[in-house]
């Protein structure tokens, strides 16, 4: 479900939010002043922390704190609430290109070397012409009835970290600072 609500990243948009509620791992930092919130992905082999600042701000404070030992903390700390969360709908799919990602010299016929894939054995450089990298995740657990959540609501920027739960690795790491959707218009 979704409905158009106001995000608050570098630019401001309305956005459709997705909400759910349910029993949750949740840790309030208030010394660093966020929120992180872990959620079961489907099949239940990764999860998605989200740390969300207090207010609205820039994430380069979240960049500068976070750290192994912090992390290790939060995860530590983390205890199932009856939470109630709303966030911007789709922030677990996207479609990258990964030259954009950082992936450049596949694609530059004279830096490319994809010699031990070659079966035609050099008749021609092979280079990547166009790659795309479609991702998709899918939240665990369905909305139920829970009795005075806490409120987790993500109108505004925050970071994304997917985990293996069995070992701990970090697999992805991002952030959402701009939402796509109509900009907000004062209306004065």
């Not at 208030?30 to 609205?56: C, R, T």
Request: aromatic share 6%.
């Amino acid at each position: 479900q979704g409905d158009l609500r106001t995000f608050l990243g570098t630019k401001y948009t309305k956005i459709p939010m997705m909400h759910r509620a349910g029993i949750y791992r949740h840790y309030e930092d208030m010394e660093n002043m966020l929120q992180v919130l872990e959620v079961d992905l489907k099949g239940g082999n990764m999860s998605m922390l989200l740390l969300l600042p207090f207010h609205v701000e820039s994430l380069s404070r979240l960049d500068r704190l976070l750290s192994e030992e912090l992390m290790a903390k939060w995860l530590e700390r983390l205890t199932e609430q009856s939470i109630a969360i709303s966030l911007p709908n789709g922030i677990v799919q996207g479609l990258t290109q990964l030259a954009a990602l950082g992936l450049k010299d596949a694609w530059d016929q004279k830096m490319a070397d994809f010699s031990g894939l070659d079966a035609m054995k050099g008749q021609e450089a092979l280079h990547l012409r166009d790659v795309l990298h479609w991702s998709s995740m899918e939240l665990e657990e369905e909305d139920e009835q829970v009795e005075k959540p806490k409120l987790f609501y993500a109108d505004h920027s925050f970071l994304l970290l997917v985990r293996d739960k069995a070992s701990g690795a970090l697999l992805l790491m991002g952030a959402l600072d701009l939402a796509e959707g109509p900009g907000l218009h004062d209306e004065l």
